[in-house]
């Protein structure tokens, strides 16, 4: 018998996207056999590196997390001839891919009702870290202050917008309006970034529609929509559009499923001309009140109101506010749960479960391979406005790939590194020790030709009762010790039915029968 495999030593639950993980393997064979072998490393499906690992001895490993969620790292060696199986010749590890803590800069234009609502639920997020900057004093504002009595420190412009905007994640502008605080120059590289990859937001208020709006700057590249100059002081209950409710950042919002929406009103909506991206909510007379767009590489969001802070104070019952802005913050900054486009794939226990994640109206059916190859598919059944589920009962271990469209995903199905795959090769060592310790043995079947037509070609030992104090082991037999704590003495049996006991019975119930049934 010979079986060679492999294993992870250490595989951490958590990684850090982007970042190098340690991790080590150890490659195993039998009788003690020596040398090296080739161990292909795959990470979610795709082959990243070869590794040359020697036999018997915990081999490092370093791979880098590609993105957020749940990765599947995979180490792989070849069979050799006449293995008892192939099965542990595959390693996986599942780990789930976390990121750094997210840098936001926050910019407030000036103090105004909402100012805080953005602040307090940024730093109520443990995973972000918050840059915050209020403009409470202009450049242009001459009071006649002394330098020296003012608490408030330079607006360090240079070092966040130049030097060290690429360090941010995103980047949010609440009511904030052109001046000279910013060099007209700046707007120029925020509009880089973004196209770049960076996220940027605008929670937009009166002075965007105004003269001193930020439309009105080199930033206009990457906004996705143009003022008409009109503020709309009018009340309304912001609602979803039909795109918002299938949108991740929108779909399902509390209070959402009722018309007017359980939520409180708002009084006040910026008007735009040409809107771009996806409006996935409207406000007063249908207006857009909420544009997700994407610019070259980057993201861009749009508020086109400033009283969200209406739902923080609970006005009218308040709102989900906490909810959609943490949706809109995270949707910037590219988090996969997120995207309006994704197949994600999970195996519990046997079964391959699938969800769809799609604007479209039908996304087809779902293509699945199996890890020996075979091809079939999954009808996927829409289970909610934007999201669709299927799934199938399996009877094969290990890795399917999933594909949708230009969307693939990989699951594992069934237990991960089976431990009856770990060591398959038959052994006498670990019972000997307990069986001669209690006067036993164990005993490895001999081939035998002369017996092959009785025994199926392996000698058996006898096997005989023993004594509890006899030896329970001999040469060529094998005892069970009899304890006597029962002695079976006879056996008696009486047909209950039989003779004339049995016909007086059925006459009985049959008259029991037809007298209840006469009366």
Known sequence: EKDRRIRFENAPRFGLVGKPLEMTYRVLGTNNEAGSVDVRVSVNGEQVSVESATIGQAMPLQVTIPGAGRNIVELAIDPEPYELTDTNNRAIALIDGIRENLRVLLVSGEPHAGERTWRNLLKSDASVDLVHFTILRPPEKQDGTPINELSLIAFPTRELFVEKIKDFDLIIFDRYQHRDVLPILYYDYIAEYVEKGGALLIAAGPEYAGESSI??????????????????????????????????????????????PHW?????????????????MKGADDRPLLLLDRKGEGRVGMFLSDQGWLWARGFEGGGPHVQLYRRIAHWLMKEPELEEERLTADGRGMMLEIRRQTMSDDPGPAQIITPSGKAMTVKLERAEPGVFLGSIETSEIGLYQVGNGDLKALAHVGP????????????????????????????????SSALGNLTGGVTLPSVVPVRSTGAAAGNDWI?????????????????????????????????????????
């Open 264 to 280: 409180s009103r708002w009084f006040r909506t910026i008007g735009v001309e040409n809107p771009e991206g996806e409006a996935v």
């Open 215 to 260: 439309a009105r700057t080199p930033l206009m590249s990457a906004l996705p929509a143009m003022p008409t100059g009109e503020v709309v002081d009018k009340a309304f209950y912001p609602r979803l559009t039909e795109l918002g409710q299938r949108h991740p950042v929108t779909r399902g919002l509390d209070g959402s499923a009722t018309e007017p």
């Open 416 to 447: 991960v590194n089976a431990p009856e795959f770990t060591d398959v090769v038959s052994t006498e060592n670990r019972l000997k020790a307990p069986a001669e310790a209690t006067g036993g043995s164990v005993r490895r079947l001999a081939q």
């Open 479 to 519: 005892g069970l010790r009899t304890t006597d704590d029962s002695v079976l003495k006879a056996v008696s049996r009486v047909p209950l039915f039989g003779g004339f006991l049995g016909l007086g019975l059925l006459l009985l119930a049959l008259g029991s029968m037809w007298y209840r049934e006469g009366r």
